[in-house]
């Protein structure tokens, strides 16, 4: 196993739906890698045993965390408690990149 990874290695385009990737799943940890299109998104959904982070590593997005929604851009941690529903929208006019991570992981 490589313990050192970049994440611009693992990105990629859907067009019919936003691109995800694993980087990394361990047992008690999940990270990886969300890449949005201009317009696309992630519906609103919660995981209700599990808290999930998004940083933004490039772009911007409109993010939905429980009943507040704002703009974040590179360098923003977005934080997703367990059972809080969240999602997130491309609002930008380039690719918007995330690392996520889910604890526990989700298998």
Sequence with gaps: M??????RDFAGVQAEKFFKATLWNGEHLM???NCLEPGQSQAVHAHQAADKFYLVLAGQGNFTIGDASRN??????????????????????????????????MK
């Design 2 to 7: 490589d313990h050192f990874l970049d994440w």
């Design 31 to 33: 990270v990886g890698l």
């Design 72 to 105: 974040a851009e590179m360098g923003t941690l977005v934080i997703a408690p367990a059972g809080i529903a969240h999602g997130v929208k491309n609002s930008g006019a380039e690719r918007l990149s995330l690392l996520v991570a889910i604890a526990p992981a």
